[in-house]
């Protein structure tokens, strides 16, 4: 499909030799580009720029802009956005490769400070590397930190609120001190007012300690995250705390599935099957008073013959059932950590080939590199969540006498 009405070629040269630019060429060639993206975009759609036709596939919906370089200079590519779905022009550009190229410094930095490592022949074949000087390493490692750096300290108020976050952590081993000691990953996601998520930030702890996450959450504050209504984690003590020392007004939801393996340390062995069942039948329900009803049903079930279960269940019901406050159509993205497991996959896919890390700074890199990536793709691809289901969590507010409608400026006030 062609789009002739993108570029009138009588015009546009018209123009050109009448400004008299000493860029003629770079114009010329950035403007025949962005016309043949139009075109490529309008063939993925089904249907020309604002024409209608029983063919259409989905609309457009903007642009975001690309720099290429060329031998007549840098141009702005003017990449066309879908709505539904996703257009990239692989016959012109290359889609980000920061991770790969994190991972070739990390390779290079291990030789260069002579560490031996089992893995380190295989880590070699995976980015087909043959030869790297450390100038060559200095400047690939200089430009990746800086894409981190304005990464990881970008500012998140302009994006925000961030209704929903979540928060976990990542173990790696890396070399200091002339030893292989564990380090910890901390990571928090959440969903911006556009409702697509977004990584907010990434911080390198000796621990999981409680000054650490608290030090964590007080960056993201300062940075400007705000607005949050509920955050998802485990229930390690200091990341608690910190979320409740940093976020006064955010809900805190247990992840459902970190509790579960929780109950069952309490739990026979015996028994595993059957509890299991009804604790996942508590988020089979279809609204919050079904919900809160079949966790009595589980109570009353385990009171008596497991009373180390019952107890269990009982201290936690405020935590894990947290979730019942939002509306029911995004519970399954709130519950849980589980949305940031294919991000730790992918997080784990990169750095396990590189088995120990020779600095905290080489985490950082590799790690700040497939977060920046996902970030991105993330940006470009569907909403995570609609903007009306967003609308009403957080026009929600719970009190004592149940759920009540409230407005911005009362929100406004509460954050």
């Not at 409680?210 to 007080?218: E, I, L, M, P, R």
């Not at 470009?380 to 009190?399: F, H, M, N, P, Q």
Request: with cysteine; glycine share 6%; proline share 4%.
């Amino acid at each position: 499909m062609t789009a002739p009405h993108i570029v009138d070629p009588a015009g546009l040269l018209s123009e050109a030799l009448t400004d008299a630019s000493p860029d003629l060429m770079r114009n010329l060639l950035q403007t025949m580009i962005n016309a043949l993206l139009s075109a490529d975009a309008d063939a993925v759609v089904g249907a020309e720029w604002g024409q209608a036709s029983p063919n259409r596939v989905a609309q457009r919906n903007g642009y975001r802009h690309r720099d290429l370089d060329t031998r007549v200079g840098t141009i702005d590519v003017a990449i066309p956005k879908l709505r539904q779905g996703t257009y990239f022009p692989d016959w012109l550009l290359e889609r980000r490769k920061r991770a790969e190229s994190a991972l070739i410094t990390v390779v290079a930095d291990c030789y260069l400070a002579g560490v031996s490592t089992r893995r380190m022949d295989k880590l070699v074949k995976q980015p087909a590397i043959h030869s790297l000087s450390r100038s060559q390493v200095s400047r690939m490692a200089a430009d990746l930190d800086e894409h981190v750096n304005e990464f990881r300290h970008r500012p998140l108020g302009d994006a925000g609120p961030f209704t929903f976050v979540a928060a976990d952590a990542l173990t790696m081993k890396v070399r200091e001190g002339g030893r292989v000691i564990n380090a910890v990953v901390l990571i928090a996601t959440g969903v911006n007012a556009d409702g697509r998520r977004e990584v907010l930030g990434l911080r390198v702890a000796t621990s999981e300690t409680g000054a650490a996450s608290s030090s964590f959450f007080a960056d993201l504050v300062a940075r400007g995250l705000g607005g949050v209504r509920l955050v998802t984690s485990d229930a390690h003590a200091g990341l608690v705390d910190a979320i409740a020392a940093n976020l006064p007004g955010a809900v805190w939801q247990r992840c459902r599935t970190h509790y579960a393996a929780n109950l069952m340390s309490v739990t026979p062995k015996s028994m595993w099957p059957a509890v299991k069942a009804m604790l996942h039948s508590v988020y089979d329900q279809p609204d919050a008073a079904s919900v809160h009803a079949q966790f009595d049903r589980l109570l009353d079930y385990v009171d008596g013959k497991l009373p180390d279960a019952h107890d269990h269940l009982d201290t936690a019901r405020a935590d894990i059932l947290a979730f019942t406050q939002f509306p029911e159509g995004l519970w399954q993205q709130i519950w849980s950590n589980n949305p940031n497991e294919r991000l730790n996959r992918e997080i784990r896919r990169r750095t396990d080939s590189v088995g120990i890390f020779p600095n905290r700074d080489a985490i950082i890199r590799l790690v700040g590199a497939v977060l920046a990536e996902q970030t991105d793709e993330w940006a470009e691809g569907r909403r995570y969540l609609g903007l009306d289901i967003l609308a009403k969590s957080r026009v929600t507010l719970v009190t004592d006498n149940g759920p009540e409608e409230v407005t911005d400026s009362i929100l406004e006030l509460s954050a």
